[in-house]
C-alpha cells in the first residue's frame, strides 16, 4: 500500500489567544504537554507511516518556524501560496502526492488534535487506509462522541457495511453530513446512540485519484484551477513561482466538507474511539489537563487560594497572577495581554473580542 500522510498546519488558532497569535499560531505551542502540537501529530504516525512519506502543509508565514520545529522533515514541509480554507489546502496537496505518486493512498490529518489513546488511533487509520485501498471509495473516520458537542459536525450513519469483517472498527455509509448543531439538537444525536451520529473530525483516507475525481464532480472551479497548476507543474513552472501564485489566488474560499464531503456519494465512515479531541479553546485545553483537588488547571506562576474549576496560565516568570475565590475563569497571561473570561462563555466569542480590538487598534494585537 502507496501509505501516505499530509498533515495540514497552516491555521492561526484564534480561539485560542493570547497565546495562540499569527505569529506563533497554536500547532507551534506545547499547550498539553512539553512537546508542540504539530510535533505529537508527525510522532503518533511512528509505525504506521514511513517518515519519508510524512508531509507538513502549511502557508508562507510558517514555513521557517515549521523547518525549525520538525527539522527532520526539512524536505517535506509544503507552502500553498497563501490561506484559502482547507479546500484549496487538501486539493493543492492531493495534487502534489499525485504528481509524485500517482498510485498514493492520502491521509488527511491536522495539526492541533488530542489523542488520548494513539495505538488505538493507529488502528482506525490503517483500517481506513485499507477500506480505501480496497475500494474507490473516500473515506472518513468518525469519532463516538461522549459529549453534546456545539463545536463540531457530526456524520449521520446509514447502513452498516459487512464486507470488512477483519477490522477493528465498523464501516458505515454515510447518510448525511451535519454542520454544527445548536445544543439542544447536540443532546438528542448523543440519545440516539453509536448507531446513528459520529463526530466528523476531517479525518479521511482516500487514493488521491479518487479525491481529485470527487474535486472535479463536486467542485468544478476548484478543480480547474488545480488542473491549471498542473500544467505549470508540468511545464517546470516551481511550484512556488508567481505564475501558480497567482492561478492559486483565484481559487475558491471553500472547505473540503462543502466542496466534497457533503456532496459525494462513494462516502463512507469508520467509526473510531480513541480518546479523540479537538484542541480548539480554552475549554477544552482545561477539559484535558490535569486538575488540582480544587478542579483548577495551572500552569506557570501563578498562587491560588479558595479558588475552583478554573484554568490558570502565566506564560511570563513576571508579574505573578494570584487569584482569590474565583470560580469557573479562564485566565491567560502573556508579556503583553491578559485574557479573563468566564468559562461559559463560547469559545467564537474570542474572535469577536479579536475583531473589536482590531477595529480600535487598525490592527490585530500583539502577544
Known sequence: ?????????????????????????????????DSPLIKNTVDRLSGLVDQEKIFIQTTPPYRTRM???????????????????TGPAVALAALRLYLLDPQSIMLTL??????GQPESFRQALKDASLVASQTDSLVAIGIKPNRPEVTLGYIKLGQKLTDFKELASPVFRVEQFKEKPDLKTAQEYLRSGESFYLWNAGLFAW???????????????????LMEIKDLIEKGIAWDSAEVKKVFSRMPKI?????????????????????????????????????????????????????????????NSHPLIATLGIKD???????????????????????????????????????
Open 255 to 315: 472547505s473540503i466538507d462543502y466542496a466534497v464531503s457533503e456532496k459525494a456519494t462513494n462516502l463512507i465512515v469508520l467509526m473510531a474511539d480513541p480518546g479523540w479531541d479537538d484542541i480548539g479553546s480554552w475549554q477544552r485545553v482545561y477539559a484535558l489537563l490535569p486538575k488540582d483537588k480544587e478542579g483548577n488547571v495551572i500552569k506557570g506562576k501563578v498562587i491560588s487560594l479558595d479558588s475552583q474549576d478554573s484554568l490558570i496560565i502565566n506564560q
Open 67 to 85: 523547518e525549525q520545529t520538525l527539522p527532520l522533515l526539512r524536505g517535506r514541509i509544503w507552502v500553498e501560496p497563501e490561506g484559502k480554507d
Open 1 to 33: 500500500m502507496n501509505l501516505y500522510a499530509v498533515i495540514i498546519a497552516g491555521g492561526t488558532g484564534e480561539r485560542l489567544w493570547p497565546l495562540s497569535t499569527k505569529e506563533e499560531p497554536k500547532q507551534f505551542l506545547a499547550l498539553i504537554d
Open 329 to 367: 475563569l479562564i485566565v491567560v497571561a502573556t508579556d503583553k495581554t491578559l485574557l479573563i473570561a468566564d468559562k461559559s462563555c463560547p469559545p467564537s466569542k474570542i474572535k469577536e473580542l479579536l475583531k473589536q480590538l482590531n477595529n480600535e487598534s487598525g490592527r490585530e494585537p500583539e502577544n
Open 207 to 225: 487514493k488521491v485519484v479518487n479525491l481529485l475525481r470527487a474535486l472535479e464532480s463536486y467542485a468544478p472551479s476548484l478543480y480547474q484551477t
Open 110 to 115: 491536522w495539526s492541533d488534535h488530542f489523542i
